[in-house]
Structures are given as structure tokens and as C-alpha cells.
């Protein structure tokens, strides 16, 4: 069971127990009273739109961003071995992930408010984050199969650990030791390390999917086994609905699966449509944080303050980059815009130096020659060459207005 290869329903093959294979008939199948005991299995895809990074996604998952812990490899951080021997780089980690960090989503939320309800029969979650418990279902109804940071314990003597201290030692980057006499043992969280049994709780628990009527699928691969198996605990004419990113596991290959693939708070906002419980899912979130507006659709994902502080770097880079190119595009631009204006005017003070010139001596030979025939010629003549002349310099002024302060002077 769990991971082994399936072959979607054919279309043509009708639904046993559900009307059609839709949204809308699942939402009908509860609302009709039919869905009384429904199993909610999640994955880190329910938490990612809080902020949390899942753990495989290449290039943002959670084992991509370990580099800097200098680990030997990834998923040492979470080795039981390794953490013996160096403790630091996990409690690195939980200073960010720690409860109390991430606001719950709206899919929490909804598990939430079928708890509310009395529908919810378990939550298995392979998350760590809590955000469950922070969204507000009850603890007798959650089973973390992976563990959590609910609960911290000596990895020695397995004497528990006071929450206060531990959310002290968390927030200070210290690693926490054992308050037992003689003991002085690491305390760790409840989390299944590699090389660790999973919980007993999850052991016992396993068969439950069987007495379900309804089982949703949230935000999970299924790679990880045994969890990826709990799907299949269902009986055959149990309605599974998927809502995830992409088909997963043997979710698609029963006649009563509806797979509605996508973004996990998109796909619970469309179902909650369909119940008619909108409203009062979006108010049920808001709790989780009174500050936000209740139509709100989506969050932004909260930052560490490493991401936060690159993001600021990155844009001000930006910001000088711009002001130095435009900087630079105007230098650019003056300097070839001075170099053509002056050769410009280089050549028009010559040109207009040799036109003047000419006119010049144009105008002496013109003013001899009327002086010579100024017993024959009519005087209007002299005026006619006054105007000729004025026009002619006036004319050059208007196209070449240097020429003007040439005249004058």
C-alpha cells in the first residue's frame, strides 16, 4: 500500500457512493448527513502559504535552505546521531520554525471548524509546526505522525521538559539539558528524528482511516511511509478527496475519488463554497489573527529575518543600480549634446564670419558705386540698396541668430 503505481478511473465509469465525482458532490455528500466521521490527512502543502517552507521542493524546500548550517548533508539536522554530537544546527532551525512564529492558514482553519461540527473524526498531520494547535483543533484529535514541538523531552532519560524553558532556550539559540539530577542529558522535541520510532500514538492509530466516510487529502506527496499508506486504510466505496498540487499516491484510481488539484487554501475555499460555510470559515480564521481583514484571500508568507533583510539589500541594490544607469544614460547623453551643439556652433560662427565678410564687401562696393553715380541715379536707388541689404542681413539673423551680435559689434 501507499506509493504503489495506479491508473486513474476511467470518466465513463460512474461514482458508487457519491453522485458524481465533483466538489460539488462531496459538498452535498456532507451536507446531506452522510459524512459523519471524516479522516484529514496533511502534508507540509497545507502550511507553505503561512511561510513555512516544505521539505523537498527543489530550490525553496526546507533541506535546499540548510546550506548555511554547514551540515554534512541535509537531513543530518534532523538525525538522532548527528543531534548527540552537535545540537546547535537543529536549534538554529527551531528558532525559526517555532510555534507562535506562523500564522495558522485557512485550510487549518477548516479542520478547525469540522471539528467544530463534530465531523472530524482524526487529523494525521506529518507537519511539525503546530499550526494545528494554533488554529485551534482540539489535541485529542490530532495525530503527528513525524511528532512536533508540542511536547520536548530528555533524549536520555525521557523526563519531560518545562515548555516555558524550552520556548526561552529556543528564542535564545541555547541548547536546553535535562533538569534531572545527575542526568544533564539534551532535551529535544518530540520530533521523530531519523534513526528514532515513530510515535506509539501513530502505530495505534493507523486503522482508523477504515472507519471513515469521508477522507480528504491536504498538501502531501505520500512518499514517506508508513503515513503514505493511510489512504488506503479507506474502504473501497469511501469517498477520498485530494486537493494538492498534483495526483498523488492511489488518489484518482477509485470510482468515488474527486481530485481537485491546485492550491490547497484555493481548493478548501472552494469547498467551503460549496457548503455554504464561507462566512463562517473566513470569521473561524480571522481569530487566528484579528489585525488581518476578514475577505482576506490570500497572505503574504511571513519572513525570517534573513529574508527580510535580503529582500531590503536586494530592492535598495536595485535602487542605486537605476540611479547610477540613469546617472550615467544623462552623463551619456549631455556630453554627446554638448560635443554635437559646440561643433555645431564651431561651424555656424565660421560660416557666419564668411557670409558677413562677403556682405560686407558687398555692401562697400555697392555704396562706391552709388556714390560715383549719385549725379545720374534717382536717390530712391540708394534706399532700394539700403533695404536690399538690411533684408539680406536680417534674413541670415532669423536662420542663424549668432550672426546678429556679429553686425552690431
Known amino acids: 500500500m501507499g506509493q504503489e503505481a495506479s491508473t486513474l478511473t476511467d470518466e465513463r465509469t460512474p461514482p458508487k457512493t457519491l453522485k458524481e465525482r465533483s466538489v460539488e458532490a462531496v459538498a452535498r455528500y456532507i451536507k446531506d448527513g452522510r459524512a459523519k466521521r471524516i479522516v484529514v490527512l496533511t502534508g507540509a502543502g497545507i502550511s507553505t502559504s503561512a511561510g513555512i517552507p516544505d521539505f523537498r521542493s527543489p530550490h525553496t524546500g526546507l533541506y535546499a535552505n540548510l546550506a548555511r548550517l554547514n551540515l554534512p548533508y541535509a537531513e543530518a539536522v534532523f538525525d538522532i546521531s548527528y543531534f548527540r554530537n552537535n545540537p546547535l544546527p537543529f536549534y538554529t532551525l527551531a528558532h525559526e520554525l517555532y510555534p507562535g512564529t506562523y500564522r495558522p492558514t485557512i485550510s487549518h482553519s477548516f479542520i478547525r471548524l469540522l471539528s467544530d461540527k463534530g465531523l472530524l473524526l482524526k487529523l494525521f498531520t506529518q507537519n511539525i509546526d503546530c499550526l494545528e494547535r494554533e488554529a485551534g483543533v482540539p489535541d485529542n484529535k490530532i495525530i503527528e505522525a513525524h511528532g512536533s514541538f508540542a511536547h520536548q523531552r530528555c533524549i536520555e532519560c ?13 528564542k535564545d539559540r541555547e541548547v536546553p539539558h535535562c533538569l534531572a539530577p545527575q542526568c544533564s542529558g539534551l ?5 521523530v528524528f531519523f534513526g ?3 510515535p506509539e500514538e501513530f502505530t495505534r492509530s ?18 514517506v511511509q508508513p503515513f503514505a499508506s493511510l489512504p488506503d486504510f479507506c474502504a473501497e466505496d469511501t469517498p477520498r478527496l485530494l486537493i494538492n498540487l498534483e495526483r498523488v499516491g492511489t488518489l484518482g484510481s477509485r470510482r468515488d475519488d474527486v481530485l481537485l488539484l491546485g492550491d490547497c487554501d484555493a481548493g478548501i475555499r472552494k469547498l467551503a463554497l460549496a457548503l455554504g460555510w464561507l462566512e463562517e470559515l473566513n470569521r ?6 484579528p489585525d488581518f481583514p476578514e475577505d482576506e484571500e490570500k497572505t503574504e508568507p511571513n519572513k ?9 539589500i536586494d530592492t535598495l541594490t536595485k535602487e542605486v543600480d537605476k540611479s547610477l ?19 555645431i556652433e564651431r561651424h555656424t560662427n565660421e560660416q557666419a564670419e564668411r557670409d558677413i565678410d562677403a556682405s560686407t564687401t558687398d555692401t562697400i562696393r555697392d555704396v562706391e558705386a552709388s556714390k560715383a553715380e549719385s549725379n545720374t541715379a534717382p536717390s530712391s536707388s540708394s534706399a ?3 533695404w536690399s541689404t538690411e533684408d539680406e542681413t536680417t534674413t541670415l539673423s532669423h536662420v542663424l541668430p549668432q550672426i546678429e551680435k556679429k553686425v552690431e559689434r
Open 284 to 289: 473561524l480564521w480571522k481569530q487566528t489573527n
Open 187 to 191: 532535551v529535544k522535541p518530540d520530533i
Open 304 to 312: 525570517t529575518k534573513d529574508e527580510a533583510l535580503e529582500d531590503e
Open 206 to 223: 493507523r486503522n482508523i482511516p477504515a472507519n471513515a466516510d469521508l477522507c480528504i487529502v491536504m498538501g502531501t506527496s505520500l512518499t
Open 158 to 170: 525521557k523526563n519531560p521538559y518545562p515548555d516555558d524553558l524550552m520556548k526561552k532556550a529556543i
Open 196 to 198: 528514532e520510532a515513530l
Open 384 to 386: 532700394e540698396d539700403e
Open 325 to 343: 544607469k540613469l546617472s550615467s544614460d544623462h552623463t551619456s547623453w549631455l556630453r554627446d549634446h554638448l560635443t554635437e551643439k559646440n561643433g
